[in-house]
């Protein structure tokens, strides 16, 4: 058996285990196998790495560079809180595309100098990988950004859109250019720079409400970029890996979108030369109607049945696993609970369904859109905590609102609703939200671990 056969049969046997672990996240029951399978595969992808002929006397950079991205990955994975995830996925995610584009970047070098050969095919790989990667790696960055509030604004200008299409057009030339003449140096240092340019200015006028498909789209063009370069490089757990990543981030991006109504060019393209003031839709009317935590509590303890409605506001309290004893409360008192989960829910793919699970909620408890929205008229009371964009009725009502269209959890039509919310702004997206001034609505204000403090006392007080 020769080494290459060896070295081949571990990286698809890698790209197996790539393909089992990523089916197997799909499951919330099978999500924790299919994370320790899919960090086997690369386990066993970088040790075959090591005695691959490729990569001989760089023992020492490797080791090095496995021993700090390691450290690096411990302890933020240690560190970061469940409510920081969405953003260091978003900076995890540019690394991938950054890691991309530097392959391309040494790849094209290494041609310009002789030490390698490539066909045309390969050469047109190569520069593809490396402007996808580029644009997902500093896109990813300014996503981070936005979502970590170091960009609390969102920098628009007349023209942007004409700008963007001009260095993209520009990045589009120097690519063809160095796949016909060869990669000069100096045009691959134009080309990468460009390509990096690029992604910041697609990514920095995106509003941070859309910052959910923003990521997954980034996620689908880091994939795309690693499978490119995988080719690129011969490796055929990097191919099926990137090929694998980009097919189902670009599934989940589609899907995204659809939930929001809105096509995927809408999201990266809508908002140019636009304030943040003109995304507000219709003035709301009536006012808001508040509640104190104990009346809300009674009012579920006496309830038949309760839907549970998370949003951003129970990340950023961290008041899932209180929820949850509030939960297991009501039931104890013959209240029939479930939780309503929005695609879009939270800053990122996935992110109320995590925090949720966190917690200890049992899947049967949790229900999409599509499932939960019938129930809605028969339910006594829709307790939504920090939600805003996902169960305004604005989007079914008010024409002039950017989210007119969007499918959303009809809340509104339980017969009460009750809002933990911290303030009466308009939430991350700035946009009004029709359903705090409904009738059956009531706001409980206050920080949402400390109400569902309240609730529980409430409910436990009553015997």
Known sequence: MSLDFFINAAYFVAAVMFIYGLKAMSSPVKARAGIIWAGAAMLLAILVTFIHPMVVGNYLLMITAIFAGSLAAWYTGRKVAMTDMPQMIALYNGMGGGAAGAIAAVELLKLFSGQVAMDMATIILAVLGGVIGS???TGSLIAFAKLQGWMRKTPRFSGQQALNMLLSLFTVVLGALIIVQGPDPMLLALFFASALLLGILITIPIGGADMPVVISLYNALTGLAVGFEGYVLQNPAMMVAGMVVGAAG???????AKSMNRPVSNVLFAGFGKTDEDAQGGPATGEMKSIDANDAAIQMAYSDKVVIVPGYGMAVGQAQHKIWELTQ????????????????????????NVLLAEAGVPYDLIFDLEDINAQFPNTDVALVIGANDVVNPAARRDTSSPIYGMPILDVDKARNCIVIKRGQGTGFSGIENLLFFEDNTRMCYGDAQKVAQGLIAGVKSLG
Request: charged share 10%.
């Open 135 to 137: 644009v997902a790696f």
């Open 250 to 256: 670009t599934l989940l991006t589609l899907l995204m």
């Open 329 to 352: 409360l009501l039931q104890a008192r013959g209240v029939k609970v479930s939780f309503a989960i929005h695609p879009v829910a939270g800053r990122m793919p996935g992110h109320m």
